[in-house]
């Protein structure tokens, strides 16, 4: 019996037998959540205002399977990312061609490529990129796309860290136009804004970084010398420098780079600095530009804007532009980032089609969000006004202004039973519904109803339209 196909609803006959199973403890996988209602309000919440600023762009949503094929992720997260895809074992008979030599052998990387086609999601990315190839022909270009999904990643789970979580992404593909990143740091900003967080956007230039490796002649030690300087906030200069000397630099070159990691001033200040250091790199001069041009037209945000050239993440695919953004009063980590990438489709066959995006943690910024108890109270209101229920006549009587009330927008229940009183003004207060509407025979008798104010006990006698126009007017 396949009990996954079964629904709660199905009226399939199932034996006590079959479900010896249920009398172990339930329980969830490690790095995943279970989301009750008041969670599922402050998510949609979040949802909703990234949603809604994405929409003030001009972006447009699309989705993508949850599982992709191994050929289409495999070798676009490095070595260690492709370690932590969760790998979907093959339908059917599917050790039949495996040998025995090979279960013997116990190489679960061969293995995997053999019992697995697909797997899950890493990120919302790779997905887009083989997106927009497969409908390049259907796409406006440029394209401007959000998506909401969760993704999962095979890590250790810990504080902010799970296995399965959401993002939210919003990408510009077709176009080399520096405006797309003024508008995402925007979009960043208004986003924040609106929920109340104070954030700092921290940005940088790949043609920077590869600058700097130039100018102290390590051009093939970029790889390393950004691993080790994106570390610097947590595990200090003199770690970053032990790293630095593990990846292969020398005592000079690390040397040439300490006033670097160092460079403190306004944005304007480290920009002319780091532009005398790298005058004889075409391209750490070009990442200077692009840098002056977007946080020039940015001096009006909300949020903190600042050049930090320790910033280095996602260095295998970003060309130009890189961002991070980090919550202010709460140690949360990254919440928010993206860049620049100019050929990311070319992995799929279409090269030199430019793009920018952003990502935003949405698992992280709901843990924001009840840190610092940020939620509005409306955003998590759920029924306004319960019905009492005195009976089967009484809830005929009712039903139809319930009906009314609904009409106009206002979330109404009618409790289901004829329970006792205490136990229907108990349900109301549980789920904090501030007001209740009695009808029992002596309002019907004069065709009304009486509103009652959970909080101030206040009670109103009113016909149902009064009633609508009472509710919608205080509500």
């Given at each position: 019996m396949n009990f996954s196909s079964l629904t709660a609803h199905s009226s399939f006959p199932i034996s006590h037998s079959s479900f010896l199973i249920s009398t172990m403890k339930p329980s969830i996988p490690k790095g995943t959540r279970d989301f009750g209602p008041q969670e599922m309000a402050k998510r949609n919440y979040i949802l909703n205002t990234i949603r809604s600023v994405y929409e003030l762009y001009g972006f447009q949503q699309i989705?993508?399977?949850?599982?992709?094929?191994?050929?289409?992720?495999?070798?676009?997260?490095?070595?260690?990312?492709?370690?932590?895809?969760?790998?979907?074992?093959?339908?059917?008979?599917?050790?039949?061609?495996?040998?025995?030599?090979?279960?013997?052998?116990?190489?679960?990387?061969?293995?995997?490529?053999?019992?697995?086609?697909?797997?899950?999601?890493?990120?919302?990315?790779?997905?887009?990129?083989?997106?927009?190839?497969?409908?390049?022909?259907?796409?406006?270009?440029?394209?401007?796309?959000?998506?909401?999904?969760?993704?999962?990643?095979?890590?250790?789970?810990?504080?902010?860290?799970?296995?399965?979580?959401?993002?939210?992404?919003?990408?510009?593909?077709?176009?080399?136009?520096?405006?797309?990143?003024?508008?995402?740091?925007?979009?960043?900003?208004?986003?924040?804004?609106?929920?109340?967080?104070?954030?700092?956007?921290?940005?940088?230039?790949r043609k920077i970084l590869t600058g700097i490796a130039e100018v102290i002649g390590a051009a093939d030690k970029i790889v390393d010398i950004t691993v080790a300087i994106d570390k610097l906030d947590k595990i200090g200069i003199d770690n970053v420098n032990q790293e630095l000397r593990a990846g292969g630099l020398t005592e000079e070159q690390i040397a040439k780079l300490q006033p670097i990691i160092a460079l403190e001033g306004t944005n304007e200040q480290k920009l002319d600095t780091i532009a005398q250091v790298l005058k004889d790199s075409e391209t750490g001069m070009k990442g200077i530009e692009e840098t002056r041009y977007i946080t020039s037209h940015l001096a009006t945000l909300t949020s903190q804007l600042q050049v930090d050239l320790t910033l280095a993440r996602g260095l295998s695919y970003y060309t130009g532009a890189i961002f991070e953004v980090k919550a202010l009063d709460t140690p949360m980590g990254s919440i928010s980032g993206?860049?620049?990438?100019?050929?990311?489709?070319?992995?799929?066959?279409?090269?030199?089609?430019?793009?920018?995006?952003?990502?935003?943690?949405?698992?992280?910024?709901?843990?924001?969000?009840?840190?610092?108890?940020?939620?509005?109270?409306?955003?998590?209101?759920?029924?306004?006004?319960?019905?009492?229920?005195?009976?089967?006549?009484?809830?005929?009587?009712?039903?139809?202004?319930?009906?009314?009330?609904?009409?106009?927008?206002?979330?109404?229940?009618?409790?289901?039973?004829?329970?006792?009183?205490?136990?229907?003004?108990?349900?109301?207060?549980?789920?904090?519904?501030?007001?209740?509407?009695?009808?029992?025979?002596?309002?019907?008798?004069?065709?009304?109803?009486?509103?009652?104010?959970?909080?101030?006990?206040?009670?109103?006698?009113?016909?149902?339209?009064?009633?609508?126009?009472?509710?919608?007017?205080?509500?």
């Open positions: 989705e993508t399977p949850a599982q992709e094929t191994l050929q289409t992720l495999m070798g676009k997260y490095g070595e260690e990312g492709d370690k932590l895809l969760f790998k979907i074992l093959n339908s059917g008979d599917y050790l039949n061609k495996i040998a025995d030599d090979e279960l013997t052998e116990r190489n679960t990387l061969r293995l995997a490529t053999k019992l697995c086609e697909k797997g899950l999601r890493y990120d919302l990315t790779v997905p887009f990129a083989r997106y927009v190839v497969m409908h390049r022909d259907e796409l406006q270009l440029p394209f401007k796309r959000y998506q909401v999904q969760p993704v999962w990643r095979a890590d250790r789970p810990q504080k902010g860290r799970y296995r399965e979580f959401y993002q939210f992404d919003g990408d510009v593909v077709g176009s080399d136009s520096l405006i797309n990143e003024i508008e995402l740091m925007q979009i960043v900003d208004t986003v924040f804004t609106r929920f109340g967080v104070r954030v700092q956007i921290k940005i940088n230039n993206g860049g620049r990438y100019d050929n990311l489709t070319g992995i799929f066959g279409m090269p030199g089609l430019s793009g920018v995006g952003i990502s935003f943690g949405v698992d992280r910024i709901y843990d924001v969000l009840n840190a610092l108890d940020l939620y509005p109270k409306d955003a998590l209101q759920t029924t306004r006004v319960l019905f009492i229920n005195f009976g089967e006549a009484e809830a005929d009587y009712c039903l139809p202004i319930v009906a009314k009330v609904r009409r106009a927008g206002i979330r109404a229940e009618l409790y289901p039973d004829a329970a006792k009183m205490k136990k229907q003004l108990g349900y109301a207060n549980a789920k904090q519904i501030p007001f209740v509407v009695l009808a029992g025979s002596g309002e019907m008798e004069q065709g009304r109803v009486t509103l009652k104010n959970m909080e101030t006990g206040e009670q109103q006698l009113l016909s149902p339209d009064e009633l609508v126009d009472a509710l919608t007017f205080i509500i």
